[in-house]
């Protein structure tokens, strides 16, 4: 294997820069070229390609958002995208991929692996979701944004005596909000991978809450639940408390990453390279009880992964 190249796609998350980075970095000290290539697999149609040297990825570690800018590409979804790219890597004398991003992103790896480019995935989205690894880049700087807007979101609900209804991302995981409930001291924390009974679950809560002499509120929803207004309504019609609802939405995916995100990142991207230099294609990079492991993608796009059971039981528990 003589070049890579390596793209972003789907959603952004805090920590890619610190993966392309990586990628870039440990490719080049193994004596491989890398291509950057800038707007996700549209870009790789487009052939947007741009040479890689250690000093293209300085000063971006600490950097939200990605360098190589990301998209979503639907050419790629069918066949004929594919077999293209493939030819496009071929012309260009790309040996092998590395694609950060989501499922989504996977599934193009995987496709375009089984025509002849071999592809690594390395999970990057804040939502954590990707069923194969226990960590996703992106997720602990997510959780700490909404950790900070709560915090002070709990000022005014407390100095108003109201309830603050929190919708936050997640698409269709709840990990983001059962993480942050807990740490944000939410009296309520609804999370799509639970049915949802608004009174056994919510207004009972928040009841039994006000008898324990509670008199400000943080509900915490995520957004596979429902709507941050719709929960407020029905709060207001059953208890009269004054509530407000926040959709906390796109802050969350954006700003320094953390530390934690910028280390994963690293070993990711340094994993990912390894791989490839042994021609080793169709995999994801993936976190397993702490050490940073690699799954064939097929595998890695039909395991489940479920809510932390101990910690909502936790939640439910203190949450008060
Ligand atoms: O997957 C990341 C994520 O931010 C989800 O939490 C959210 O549902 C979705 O992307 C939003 O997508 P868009 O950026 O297209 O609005």
Do not use: W
């Amino acid at each position: 294997i003589g070049t890579i190249g390596v793209l972003t796609s789907g959603g952004d998350a805090p920590g890619m820069n610190a993966a392309i980075r990586a990628v870039v970095r440990t490719a080049l000290s193994k004596g491989l070229k890398v291509k950057g290539i800038m707007h996700g697999y549209a870009g790789l149609l487009n052939e947007e390609f741009i040479d890689m040297g250690m000093r293209s990825v300085s000063e971006i570690i600490q950097r939200g958002g990605t360098v190589l800018y990301t998209a979503r590409c639907l050419e790629f979804k069918e066949m004929a995208g594919v077999i293209k790219a493939h030819e496009i890597c071929e012309k260009n004398g790309i040996d092998g991929l590395v694609v950060i991003g989501g499922d989504g992103s996977f599934r193009g790896a995987q496709d375009l692996s089984n025509v002849g480019t071999p592809c690594i995935g390395i999970p990057g989205t804040i939502d954590n979701d990707i069923a194969c690894s226990e960590y996703t880049i992106g997720y602990d700087t997510a959780m700490n944004t909404v950790v900070e807007m709560v915090d002070k979101l709990r000022d005014t609900a407390n100095s108003h005596s109201r309830c603050s209804v929190v919708e936050v991302m997640g698409r269709r995981a709840g990990h983001i909000a059962l993480n942050t409930g807990i740490a944000c001291g939410a009296a309520v924390i609804l999370v799509p991978e639970q049915d949802f009974d608004p009174e056994r679950d919510l207004l009972a809560r928040i009841r039994y809450a006000q008898e324990c002499g509670k008199h400000h509120f943080i509900v915490m929803v995520a957004e596979g639940v429902g709507k941050a207004e719709e929960i407020a309504q029905i709060i207001r019609d059953n208890t009269g408390i004054d509530t407000r609802k926040t959709v906390l939405g796109h802050v969350q995916r954006g700003g320094s990453p953390t530390l934690r995100d910028r280390v994963v990142a690293t070993q990711m991207g340094y994993h990912a390279v390894e791989l490839l230099t042994q021609n080793i294609g169709n995999r994801v990079v993936a976190m397993k009880n702490g050490e940073i492991v690699d799954y064939e993608i097929n595998e890695a796009l039909s395991m489940k992964k479920g809510i932390e059971t101990k910690l909502l039981e936790i939640a439910h528990c203190i949450s008060i």
